[in-house]
């Protein structure tokens, strides 16, 4: 982890870049708001199992200085990583925010990460510590087997108080004074893996700059302050909940309400409970919440916005609006920006059924194959102007050629399909990546690929994503069956639960005789996408 921070640092001095950031870490607004907000509530966690633990400005500084005490007692040196293989809890945000706090890389993944995807993570990010549930201890355990640097294993649990158990007592043992290890501005703060059509996850290296230049870009341009107590139910590990909803929220000195994870029947209702006046989703809760309310009345709530990614249909904003009476505020970004360069405009008219407009901070445009400006009214692909690791990634992991790829002459190249109307407008039309998008979630079609080939039945594979009401995207697999082999839907779903993540098992198998390719033996996905579509409408 220690080389490309000093790559980084020889080729952007300080002085090279300026942002409104400055030279600012994350740890500089703990800091700023336990100095002068002691006594406010900073954070408030739920478990499932119904621990609610609450911390104020000063005792989350102080915990979180044990905290990084304890890391570096671990023997983790700063640029080290820590692999947080836990659901959203107390835990996490301590964790988190004591790894800000030593120069600790956090590498945050799906709880529900099967033990090989686990494993892959681990070993190619150099991990050096796991921190995972008493339940899964068997599946990280055996997922640290051949890592490279045979990362330690720590459990956590989410029935008992942070001050009752086993990993609470080891942190509270520790000094409250400050680590010794401070950060600076370009040092890398965590590292996200995100899915990509090559397969295999890419760990996207976020900065603290990149963090906070996001944050505050965001908190201005949607009127986040101090005042305000931002509910999180989006999984902590995934780039939207840190991006538009808890560091934005740190920056700005709201305080947040974690839960451990989203439900229908709860979320409104947990709002009201806690007084939240934010809250951060995607498109497919919000329809979920249709759903549920569409025959359980909706409880009265003091949220005054939500933020979410993913479009809503016209009907479906229309009944929003006429059912629950929180605005909605849409906005987009992706991992490597860090930030959300198009958002719905805070004030004025707004059309929520387009990405919105680039915001104060970012500069955004649509291109052509050549990189070349399209006209109003033509699509191509969104590219943003960044500075790598001021003001969005500082590039993919061990991965110099995709992220050569990613960052050319100044513009990060997205892969996303778009147009502007008249009005300048950005209007989303597609993923030129093969990306599916299945509740928030990123799935790369050749890893569920890849898995499907390995079983013995199976000689050949392909996977797409279909629209899908509740959910965004499913995923349907198209399957060639080896010469005298068994055709078993039922064996072939089994081997994918055994080998993947719940939310990348194909929901509907297909079995098929032979797969249309280019020329050049290329697969064309849509070729088996659109048949299944028309066939599926005239059923």
């Not at 671990?74 to 988190?96: C, M, R, T």
Request: proline share 6%.
């Amino acid at each position: 982890m220690k080389r490309p921070l000093v790559k980084l640092q020889n080729e952007f001095g300080a002085s090279d870049m300026n942002t409104v950031t400055g030279l600012r870490t994350i740890p500089t607004f703990l800091e700023f708001h336990a100095a002068t907000r002691p006594d406010v509530t900073a954070v408030t966690t739920e478990s499932n199992a119904g621990v609610v633990q609450s911390l104020t400005w000063l005792e989350l500084r102080a915990l979180v200085n044990r905290a990084g005490n304890w890391l570096l007692q671990q023997g983790l040196q700063k640029g080290d990583a820590i692999v947080l293989h836990i659901p959203n809890s107390l835990e996490f945000y301590i964790l988190w925010l004591a790894a800000c706090r030593t120069g600790v890389v956090s590498v945050p993944v799906d709880p529900r990460s099967s033990t090989p995807e686990l494993h892959y993570i681990m070993d190619h990010a150099d991990a050096r510590m796991v921190v995972t549930l008493e339940e899964t201890v068997v599946s990280a355990s055996t997922a640290c087997e051949g890592c490279t640097k045979l990362p330690k294993v720590t459990t956590m649990s989410l029935a008992r108080k942070f001050s009752e158990s086993e990993l609470g007592a080891r942190i509270l043992a520790q000094p409250g004074s400050e680590p010794p290890h401070k950060p600076v501005a370009q040092d890398l703060a965590g590292m996200l893996y995100t899915s990509g059509t090559t397969g295999k996850p890419k760990g996207v290296m976020l900065t603290h700059s990149g963090y906070l230049y996001g944050a505050e870009i965001f908190a201005r341009s949607t009127g986040l302050t101090l005042n305000d107590r931002h509910i999180i139910p989006l999984p902590l590990h995934h780039a939207a909940a840190q991006c538009h909803a808890m560091v934005p929220s740190l920056v700005a000195g709201a305080s947040i309400i974690i839960v451990e994870r989203f439900s229908a029947s709860r979320f409104l209702e947990r709002a009201a409970h806690y007084g939240a006046t934010r809250a951060a989703l995607f498109g497919a809760p919000l329809r979920i919440l249709l759903s549920h309310h569409a025959k359980v009345p909706v409880p009265a709530n003091p949220l005054q916005l939500i933020t979410f990614a993913q479009n809503l249909s016209e009907e479906e904003m229309r009944e929003w609006e006429t059912k629950f009476r929180i605005p909605l505020l849409q906005l987009w970004g992706m991992t490597e920006t860090t930030g959300l360069p198009l958002m719905t405009p805070l004030y004025g008219p707004r059309n929520t059924r387009c990405m919105g407009l680039p915001v104060a901070g970012y500069e955004v445009k649509i291109v052509d194959e050549t990189g070349h400006d399209v006209p109003h009214g033509t699509s191509g692909q969104i590219v943003v102007r960044v500075e790598p690791g001021w003001t969005a990634t500082l590039g993919y992991y061990k991965n110099p050629a995709a992220t050569a790829e990613l960052i050319r002459d100044g513009w990060l190249y997205t892969g996303d399909r778009a147009m502007q109307d008249e009005n300048g407008e950005f209007h989303f039309l597609g993923r030129f990546k093969e990306l599916i998008k299945r509740s928030g979630e990123n799935i790369s079609p050749m890893e569920i690929e890849d898995t499907l080939k390995q079983h013995p039945d199976v000689l050949d594979a392909a996977v797409v994503g279909v629209p899908d009401a509740l959910r965004d995207e499913k995923v349907v697999a198209f399957l060639i069956a080896r010469p005298g082999s068994q055709r078993s839907t039922q064996a072939v779903q089994e081997w994918c639960k055994q080998r993947l993540s719940a939310f990348k098992v194909p929901e509907t198998f297909e079995w098929c005789e032979e797969f249309p390719r280019t020329s050049v033996g290329k697969l064309q996905r849509h070729l088996l996408r659109e048949p299944y579509l028309r066939n599926r409408e005239g059923k």
